[in-house]
């Protein structure tokens, strides 16, 4: 994720408290803003959401084990910095196939080429049959940080989190008969940027492994079935504050949002607006498919343990995995009964 898109965003919650209090920061931020205006981005942020046809709220709370989950997050970080191409991201690899042993698993692996060279690629993708025409798509990226590949940063909330919360919804998901849209829980590989933004800019570097699997699925007509596309990022966070993103499609936002109050976790859950992220989600933004970043961008005090070493599991809390994990299930629920969605 690009450091000065995050000082951006601080820089226009600082002007909207003490516009006073305007720092060089800023200066250097706006210089992105500017790119980013020029960017072929979906004009998500601009959109207004539609009219919701919202099925009832009269069924259980969903299922989800949020210990198990923080296990799973503990073993992941374990194995010590993940960066692509590393032995440690290839014993990640082998991690994920072991737990979804049994499961209809797609392995999407190709070469990127990046600035550094080529290397080796795997998404990992885990399909869970529903009985409606449509797929669900909830992704997370699992490697860590490559410019901070000699340190030793593990990426505890920066991958290991998300990917555990995945984890554990295909524990919820598997074996059952869905009553709804499939759903496809991707863990997408060589998100992170190879050079530093300051460099290389983000999106020319970076996103690697998405942006594979999108290009696949609109050549081969898959991308036509997605009914949406949740991306869980930074989610594990002891001090839970996910971010309304103006790229992500805001009547999903408001879908997650329902989700979140029906199980009594609104107030983590889209207090600020954040200015649009460029994450993984963006591949599917593009191309029109309805996209919500869960993401929560200020890890520590002013973010300072973000992309540091400092990014480890004690700065994280099962109660935030089950609170993303449980929302998400809920915003699963009501897409399944929503009749009709939203048009694209």
Known sequence: MLRNQKLFARCLLALALAAATASAACGRAREVSEASAKSPISAAEDSKSPALSLPPDNGPPPRFDDHRAMQYVKEIV???????????????????????KGDEVEDDIFT?????????????????????????VVASHYDTNYPLRNTSYVGANDGASSSALLLELANQLRGKKRDGYSVWLVWDDAEEAIKPDTEVPFLDDSL?????????????????????????????????????????????????????????YQSHFFARTLPGLSDD???FVKRGVPSADLIDFDYGYNDVFWHTTQDTVDKLSPKSLGIVGGTILETISILDRMNPLPPR
């Not at 590393?86 to 737990?99: G, I, L, Q, W």
């Open 281 to 283: 989600h963006i591949p």
């Open 208 to 264: 690697y492994g998405i942006r594979h699997v999108a290009e696949k699925w609109e050549a081969d007509g898959t991308l036509k079935k997605i009914k949406a596309f949740i991306l869980a990022d930074m989610i594990g966070d002891a001090d839970l504050n996910v971010d309304r993103d103006s790229n992500s499609t805001a009547w999903l936002e408001d879908v997650v949002y329902e989700a979140a109050t029906r199980l009594g």
């Open 78 to 100: 374990a194995f010590g910095p993940r960066p692509v191409g590393s032995k440690n991201h290839k014993k990640v690899e082998a991690y994920f196939d072991a737990h979804l």
């Open 112 to 136: 990127a080429d990046t600035p550094e060279g080529k290397f080796p690629v795997h998404n990992v993708i885990a399909k869970f049959a529903g009985t409606k025409d449509g797929i669900i």
